[in-house]
């Protein structure tokens, strides 16, 4: 398994932490694209330096850069259509009659309306990082009034669990909220904020301590615990909310990625076909041949739209498979227990 998925669920920060997790979604998808391509282009410059055929002889025999990079040009135009064509699929999704269009309107405010009752505030905020953020810390106050009722409690063993499940809570919250502060909607920071905070197992442990102490809590207190389950069930959908809108986000940032390479694409991989060939730039520069240089640096283009895609495309499944069961459900090993069963 990897750092993030070994790592104990009790730190939201931890959980989601490891190279694995940083590269998959904290990296500009810009900055690891050029990386990959970075990567690839020194693997095909050094390969010519290996006891293999040098790239002038197959150019010159075989016509190489015809074989290559003509096939570039059907494949960067037919999979630019085709994730442009899905992508107009998925936004479609958003056009609608009127009345459907109320309709969504009004399960918003309603959805938000409840949430305000529950955190007892007048009026949440419509930025969705400062929205999170209030509903974070409703849920870390419900831990304090929870905490507070337990303390003429006269079971110990029942005010110790309570007391490390409200410091779990707040101590999450509280790392959540710190990277909602000047999270900006667009930017992967209010999913990152949102996968951070573990409210599967806090419903679960909230359940946990009102099955195994149900005779010995009091009615306040049970109403309290009530109350937080409550507030925390409010997460799941609000996270669920944001991440559909950030997904469609993120499909109109890659449509708008590809279209801006492929014109530039096409264009060096035509510049390959009409202009190098095996009398091309005769010569090397640091020992390599010239022609090394070019139809590497050609063949990355050619590549560079697909990259692009599949860093995309990373990110987005890797947070979907993170947040396939919404609610008390625990898909993943790092997030159980061992009394768990």
Not at 45 to 69: C, K, M, N, Y
Not at 83 to 109: F, K, P, W
Not at 278 to 299: A, E, K, M, P
């Amino acid at each position: 398994m990897s750092d993030a998925e070994s790592d104990d669920d009790s730190d939201g920060q931890r959980r989601l932490g490891g190279v694995r997790m940083w590269l998959l979604l904290r990296v500009n998808r810009w900055v690891l694209s050029a990386g990959i391509l970075v990567v690839v282009y020194v693997v095909l410059v050094a390969a010519s330096q290996l006891d293999l055929t040098p790239v002038r002889t197959i150019v010159e025999q075989h016509d190489g850069t015809f074989w290559l990079f003509s096939a570039f040009i059907g494949a960067i135009i037919t999979g630019t259509s085709i994730v442009v064509t899905i992508n107009q699929l998925v936004l479609s999704q958003e056009l609608g009659a009127i009345g459907d269009q109320r309709e969504r309107m009004q399960d918003s405010i309603d959805f938000r309306q409840d949430i305000e009752d529950t955190i007892e505030e007048d009026a949440s905020p419509p930025e969705p990082a400062a929205f999170l953020w209030e509903l974070v810390d409703g849920i870390e106050e419900r831990g304090r009034e929870l905490e507070t009722v337990m303390e003429d409690e006269r079971d110990e063993e029942l005010k110790r669990k309570v007391e490390q499940y409200v410091d779990d809570v707040a101590d999450n919250a509280q790392a959540v909220k710190d990277d909602l502060e000047d999270a900006q909607f667009g930017t992967f920071e209010v999913i990152w904020s949102a996968l951070e905070f573990n409210y599967s197992r806090k419903i679960y442990d909230a359940r946990k301590i009102c099955a195994d102490h149900q005779e010995s809590l009091s009615d306040e207190a049970n109403e309290k615990i009530d109350h937080m389950i409550k507030t925390l069930k409010f997460f799941g959908p609000a996270r669920e909310h944001f991440k559909t809108l950030y997904f469609q986000w993120e499909l109109i940032n890659l449509s708008r990625a590809l279209l801006y390479i492929s014109v530039p694409a096409l264009t060096v991989m035509g510049f390959m076909l009409m202009y190098v060939d095996g009398s091309t730039l005769l010569g090397s520069t640091l020992g390599i041949d010239n022609l090394v240089w070019v139809t590497s640096f050609g063949f990355v283009v050619g590549i560079s739209p697909f990259v692009v895609f599949i860093t995309y495309v990373l990110r987005v499944a890797t947070v979907a498979k993170r947040t396939l069961a919404m609610g008390p459900f625990i898909l993943r090993e790092s997030e159980r227990d061992q009394d768990l069963g």
